[in-house]
């Protein structure tokens, strides 16, 4: 066996923050190598669940309220919400168990920690792969709502939808940064509960996907404070247009967002586990 | 080319080294220099600070005060701090495979961290799998591993960066005799080829075998240290004659053999009896204890452990 070679520099773009790229990729290609294992047992209840209120909702409810949801088919109007959502699912599961599992129960990231990989690498490579989780159940939903488009439901009505993806890896991220930042608060497992409960899934309620924010007393007020909605409104433009000034406020909210967690989530998270 | 102006060097020098964690202080101010190619040894009973020290030295935690320099390095900035873990070999104490791949994949994955390619990291994984003897298990998962295995491809793992410093924490707790002097021989291998080796052990003969210099902590500091056989022929005797008395009170030691003693310690179920001359003590045992056994070994590194940190398990 060769030996010692060891001692080449540590190589790899660094971006701000001391992360270094190749660290986190190898990070991200773990996951990757984990979800090539098992992502026919995990893509079906996350897919299925979406496709589930889609169904059901849309056209169950649809049936009493008609084309009465601002003169447009309900299911067409809830689609690009559900779309949203289910990216904000893949995102959250990672950033939350799955991480606390990794710092806390297997160790995982001790592990890392021993390589040339510091703590911000790694959460840098979780929310990279985050955001991918959350590209691939968004797009996986994606594709069930071109069928319903080709079966004559008007719910992929514009060319903007191709930039979807995009709106898609900005709720990931969104998500992964807000899920890895309450991961650096809790000392138990447990209180994901609440995280679920007293966040995710008001969000999901009141987020505009079922009914538009503005029909509820102060609803609109509220929901600028909250990324999904921003995101629900993003993919509705581009999915079904029309796109206007606001949507690049949408955008600019979640990218803002985005950069100041991007500044403070990696280190609080090489706090919380370099002491 | 020109020559590599670390390796003259040492491998790792630690001044007045301290780590506490909020008002506790598990390493208290130690001193210590690891020479490049050496096998430096880290003993001392449960709590001792050992795996802290070894933490610190690869660098996952920060240090609270001191110096600490690891191959040429002033460890504490984070791109010195990655040069180090780029050039350190780990095998931790505590079991951290990843157990949703497989041995193989755990491998792999190691590699890429230490800038291998894909196809560089399949074959390192290989090589790797075939020094620690697990190549049939390359495609199990982690749990279906026995607990040596594990320890063996951690082993493999710690390697994959091909370390110019392996930290090893325990590495042969939980190994068979014959896994464990697998083991031995193939860190002698690492060895000849330059490898500088940092270990900790609760075995002393294992420590006495491979380290060439080793220190001996107790409470964070200290308390002792020297090559295995200069620290046992200081710190105890050459020799220890043994008197066993079964459940009997201990006998007391005779005025003929007084002069001969340099130290005696009572056991529950033998008389310990620390000799510079063996002969003549085992001769002058055997004529006063006709009626019960008695028995010259030579003194071991477990003798100056024993007798540095206490028998706290006896008292
Ligand atoms: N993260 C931590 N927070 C608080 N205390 C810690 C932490 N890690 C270690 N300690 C304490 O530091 C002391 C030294 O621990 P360390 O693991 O270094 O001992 P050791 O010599 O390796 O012991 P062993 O032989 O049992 O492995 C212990 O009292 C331990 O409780
Ligand atoms: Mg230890």
Redesign the interface.
């Known amino acids: 066996m060769r030996l010692p070679r060891g001692g080449e520099s540590v190589s790899g773009m660094n971006l701000p923050g001391d992360i270094n790229l190749s660290m986190a990729l190898c990070v991200w290609r773990r996951n990757f190598t984990v979800y090539r294992h098992t992502w026919v047992t995990n893509i079906l209840p996350n897919f299925f669940e979406p496709v589930l209120f889609l169904v059901g909702m849309g056209l169950g409810l649809g049936v009493y309220v008609g084309g009465n949801m601002r003169g447009q088919d309900y299911v067409a109007f809830i689609a690009p919400g559900l779309m949203a959502s289910a990216a904000m699912n893949g995102a959250s599961f990672e950033a939350s168990w799955n991480m606390y599992i990794k710092m806390y129960f297997s160790k995982l990231y001790d592990a890392y920690l021993a390589t040339p990989a510091q703590m911000q690498d790694i959460a840098f490579g979780e929310l990279l792969w985050g955001t991918t989780r959350a590209l691939i159940y968004g797009a996986g939903f994606l594709v069930v709502l071109l069928g319903f488009t080709l079966a004559g439901r008007p719910i992929l009505t514009s060319w903007w939808t191709l930039l979807v993806p995009l709106a898609l890896a900005l709720i990931g991220a969104i998500f992964s940064l807000m899920g890895q930042w309450y991961t650096t608060l809790i000392n138990t497992i447990d209180l994901y509960s609440y995280y679920w409960t007293l966040f995710l899934t008001p969000m999901f309620l009141f987020s505009g996907i079922f009914f538009p924010v503005s029909d509820i007393p102060g609803g609109t007020t509220i929901a600028w404070f909250t990324p999904l909605f921003h995101g629900v409104e993003l993919v509705r433009g581009l999915c079904q247009g029309p796109l206007e000034l606001r949507h690049l406020g949408h955008t600019g909210y979640m990218l803002a967002v985005c950069a100041l967690l991007l500044w403070a989530v990696p280190r609080r998270m090489r706090k919380r586990m370099v002491k | 080319m020109a020559p590599e102006p670390r390796l003259s060097q040492a491998a790792v020098t630690a001044r007045s080294l301290r780590k506490s964690?909020k008002d506790f202080v598990a390493v208290d101010g130690i001193d210590f220099d690891i020479q490049r190619g050496e096998c430096f040894g880290f003993l001392g009973p449960n709590g001792a600070g050992k795996t802290t020290t070894m933490r610190m030295v690869?660098r996952?935690?920060?240090v609270s005060g001191g110096s600490l320099v690891v191959?040429g390095h002033e460890a504490g900035r984070?791109?010195a701090?990655?040069?180090i873990?780029?050039?350190?070999?780990?095998v931790?104490q505590?079991d951290?495979?990843?157990?949703?791949?497989s041995v193989r994949?755990n491998l792999e994955?190691?590699c890429?961290?230490?800038?291998l390619s894909y196809r560089e990291a399949r074959n390192r994984s290989s090589?790797?799998l075939e020094?620690v003897n697990l190549s049939e298990k390359a495609n199990a998962k982690v749990m279906e591993l026995s607990g040596g295995m594990k320890r063996r491809a951690l082993i493999a793992?710690g390697?994959a960066?091909?370390?110019?410093l392996l930290v090893l924490d325990e590495p042969t707790t939980g190994l068979d005799p014959q896994a464990r002097h697998n083991l031995w021989e193939r860190l002698f291998a690492?060895k000849r080829?330059?490898?500088t080796l940092l270990l900790t052990t609760h075995y002393m003969d294992e420590a006495e075998q491979l380290c060439d210099r080793l220190v001996i902590m107790d409470k964070g500091k200290i308390v002792a240290q020297g090559k295995p056989r200069e620290l046992i022929e200081r710190e105890v005797t050459r020799h220890v004659v043994e008197v066993w008395h079964g459940e009997a009170a201990a006998p007391a030691l005779p005025s003929e053999m007084q002069p001969l003693t340099r130290r005696s310690e009572a056991l529950s179920d033998r008389l310990l009896l620390y000799v510079d001359d063996g002969e003549a003590a085992i001769a002058a045992a055997a004529r006063h204890w006709p009626n019960l056994e008695t028995r010259l070994r030579r003194s071991t590194l477990e003798d100056v452990f024993l007798k540095i940190t206490g028998r706290k398990l006896d008292e």
């Open positions: 964690y690869y996952a935690v920060p191959l984070q791109t701090d990655r040069e873990k780029r050039a350190v070999g780990v931790p505590e951290n495979l990843d157990g949703e791949l994949e994955i190691f890429r961290f230490y800038g090589e790797l020094f793992r390697l960066g091909s370390p110019q690492l080829k330059q490898a």
